[in-house]
């Protein structure tokens, strides 16, 4: 078989492929092949085959053989190795149809098909070889499902220390954060800055193309856009949701609004749903949704006191912003008909909001959502019940809305324990069988795998005692969800022995500070006398989610481990909060971080960690304490970690690419032991998620977002006035 591999070397702008020769087993099929006329038979899988095995040879070289389960692993295992591109539930599907359609008996003493075939991920230097095609970065996910994998592989754990600054791109906009995650498609970069400018830019080099402006002033946060490819009678669209309740349809080409969408090139989210609270917060801060000619957006809106906006998700025509559908996520009734939400506590709700990113399975038609906490975040004696389908993953019909199943992480929320994760799409092999299955990290620092199909969760869930509230009226939830598999990934307690020991006069701070505000384990509420909660209300795991590598089978997640301190106190009677209402209690101090006098956190390290969850067993590959900070390490004080926002990236090079933590570090881990492979300085905390793609120029880059700390200035950090995108490549 002739293989094309472009290994390309900048000369100006003209790229010069070379030719490699590769010679895999289909090759000496190919002899005899024709003797049987290529057609496949139909049945599921059919499709797949076709395009990932036809690529390099035709339909005959599958029909010549019959082979047993396992060979024909081996052989589908050899051609990905060579450069075909295919998820690792698209090779599942081609060794089934192929076993099913093309098998033989298996060979006395051979493996059995059951155990499924790990060694088949790398070439015989360790790399694997870069994949053509899908060297894009067309959603904040890298795909539909939020893999967050590159097939990309021209830097790798050989090169990778050579890492150095390409470019950087400065939004001007100074001290606040920025979250963003910037696509790049078809040759142009599209990103959002914190103020809500879309701008597009040459991902070569960083140069201003165009700018829209959203005209939102300060804004919030906008963590990126979404791209829309359109059709043979529609241009490609950018579209993305403001701080002001709308949603923007661009021309991806020149940046103007497109007048045929909505109200030239806006609609209104807010008409018809926040008319009687026009002062409460309804904003779209994630990238909205693209499934088939839909755009499909979730919102913000306010966690507290009780009233307020609902938090419909809704789906959009792109052609015309015609709303198509209506899902609400506060469900009134479980299934047995009892209330969730009490007699009367689902009236004039608000929320519960959307405000986290969703993901797509685009082969069973579903929208994956994760929902945020009830409101008010703390107090919930007006809403006895479990207050469905808060705190929970639910699945759609992407086409019509419809409810397939839920999933809730967190009962009756008076934690602010948002559900905010993309649900990673991502295959676990059980019994020699592919699962079809979803990542979701929680602010528990709980790691939920569970069937896609059906939300049950893989590896089991058991359903603990947690301590109760001391609040008047207040009817926690006995018991919260845990994961048999894995552990938790964040410490979710807090005692005496774990407390921090950098000094002694830290120790005694952070002493003093536990006993007026105790711990009394896994969801200790915030108490009328007091308490610390672990993990704060910032996580363990946060809106940043996963990665998932899908040869290793490694979901990569970073968790921080630090908490909040606070109590509960009466609210003065009809006090209005936000303009909407008063509560009769209110949390005292619930933001604040347990930190010590220098603003480290009191418990002891590590604080931000980074860690690799065997998908097919549930178990801990490795686990390492990501980020570390220059004061610390100057006094001896080494790999404390850090905590952090924004989440990681997986690539061929067997890499993991991740920011997040608030000491302003960018970090490269080799994927298959958690070993960290190159470090640089950011100008600022890249608290966002990077990207990866192969420009123009034959380089692949790196790219990732920094600007201020944000929620998390107050622990371990001074913050910087900057907000940057920078770029890096191979010299």
Not at 156 to 183: C, I, M, S
Not at 359 to 383: E, W
Request: aromatic content about 10%; hydrophobic content about 35%.
């Amino acid at each position: 078989m002739l293989r094309v591999v472009v290994q390309a070397q900048k000369t100006g702008r003209v790229l010069r492929p070379r030719l490699a020769w590769g010679i895999t087993l289909a090759c000496f099929q190919a002899a005899f092949a024709f003797a049987q006329a290529p057609v496949l038979p139909d049945g599921p899988g059919r499709a797949v085959v076709e395009r990932m095995c036809t690529r390099c040879h035709g339909l005959s070289v599958v029909t010549a053989t019959r082979r047993p389960r396992d060979e024909w692993q081996d052989v589908v295992g050899n051609m990905v190795r060579r450069g075909a591109s295919g998820s690792t539930e698209d090779v599942a599907q081609v060794v089934q149809y192929l076993a099913t359609h093309f098998g033989a008996a298996e060979k006395p003493n051979t493996r059995s098909a059951a155990v499924p075939k790990r060694q088949l991920t790398v070439t015989k230097s360790g790399l694997r070889e870069q994949v053509p095609g899908q060297t894009d970065w067309r959603v904040f996910g890298h795909d539909p499902g939020a893999m967050r994998y590159s097939p990309l592989a021209q830097i790798n754990t050989q090169n990778v220390a050579k890492l150095a600054p390409a470019w950087t791109f400065d939004t001007g906009e100074r001290g606040r954060p920025f979250e963003g995650t910037p696509l790049v498609v078809n040759n142009t970069m599209y990103l959002m800055t914190p103020s809500q400018h879309v701008v597009a830019l040459e991902p070569e080099t960083g140069r201003e193309l165009w700018n829209f402006d959203a005209h939102v002033g300060k804004g919030s946060v906008g963590r990126g856009v979404s791209f829309w490819p359109g059709d043979k009678k529609t241009g490609s669209r950018i579209v993305f949701g403001t701080d002001k309740a709308q949603l923007i349809a661009l021309d991806a080409k020149t940046g103007e609004p497109v007048k045929e969408f909505g109200n030239d090139g806006v609609v209104d989210l807010g008409s018809g749903v926040t008319d009687r609270y026009p002062h409460a917060r309804y904003a779209i801060t994630s990238p909205p949704v693209i499934y088939r000619d839909l755009v499909i957006v979730g919102p913000e809106v306010p966690e507290g006191p009780s009233h307020g906006p609902p938090g419909y998700a809704r789906a959009f025509s792109m052609r015309t912003g015609k709303l198509v559908w209506r899902f609400d996520p506060l469900q009134h009734f479980d299934a047995s008909g009892k209330p969730t939400w009490g007699p009367e506590g689902w009236k004039d709700r608000a929320g519960p909001g959307l405000w986290g990113f969703g993901t797509v399975d685009l082969q069973n038609g579903l929208i994956f959502l994760p929902v945020g906490n009830p409101a008010d975040s703390f107090y919930g004696a007006d809403r006895p019940g479990e207050n469905l389908y808060a705190n929970s993953v639910v699945a759609l019909d992407a086409a019509t809305g419809k409810l397939r199943w839920f999933y809730q992480m967190v009962h009756h929320d008076i934690f602010d324990y948002d559900v905010a994760a993309p649900p990673a799409l991502i295959t676990v092999v059980r019994n020699g069988r592919s699962v079809p299955a979803i990542a979701e990290i929680t602010k528990m620092g709980l790691l939920f795998i569970l069937d896609r199909r059906t939300g049950k969760p893989i590896f089991g869930v058991q359903e603990r005692a947690v301590p109760t509230s001391d609040v008047p009226g207040e009817k926690s939830w006995p018991t919260q969800p845990f994961p048999l598999k894995p552990p938790p990934l964040a410490r979710n307690s807090m005692s005496a022995p774990d407390l921090s020991t950098l000094s002694p006069e830290n120790s005694k701070f952070c002493a003093d500070l536990l006993r007026k505000y105790p711990n009394e384990g896994p969801y200790t509420p915030f108490l009328l006398h007091g308490s610390t909660v672990f993990p704060s209300t910032m996580g363990g795991g946060n809106w940043g989610g996963v990665a998932f590598d899908p040869h290793l089978h490694f979901v990569f997640v970073n968790t921080s481990s630090f908490g909040s301190i606070g109590r509960m106190v009466k609210a003065a009677p009809g006090a209005p909060v936000d303009g909407i209402g008063g509560m009769p209690y209110r949390n005292e101090g619930g933001y604040e971080r347990f930190v010590d006098q220098d603003h480290y956190p009191c418990n002891r390290p590590p604080w931000g960690e980074l860690t690799a969850v065997n998908a097919d067993t549930g178990d801990i590959a490795w686990r390492v304490p990501l980020g570390s900070y220059d004061e610390l390490e100057r006094r001896g004080i080494k790999r404390t970690g850090a905590p952090g926002i924004g989440g990681p990236i997986a690539t061929a090079g067997q890499l993991v690419f991740i920011g997040a933590t608030n000491d302003s570090h960018f970090h490269a881990i080799d994927s298959r032991t958690g070993k960290e492979l190159w470090t640089a300085k950011l100008d600022a905390p890249g608290e966002a998620t990077p990207i990866t793609y192969l420009g123009r120029d034959g380089k692949q880059y790196v790219v990732i977002a920094s600007g201020s700390a944000g929620h998390l200035r107050s622990v371990g950090h001074d913050g910087e006035d900057v907000d940057l995108l920078t770029a890096f490549a191979l010299p």
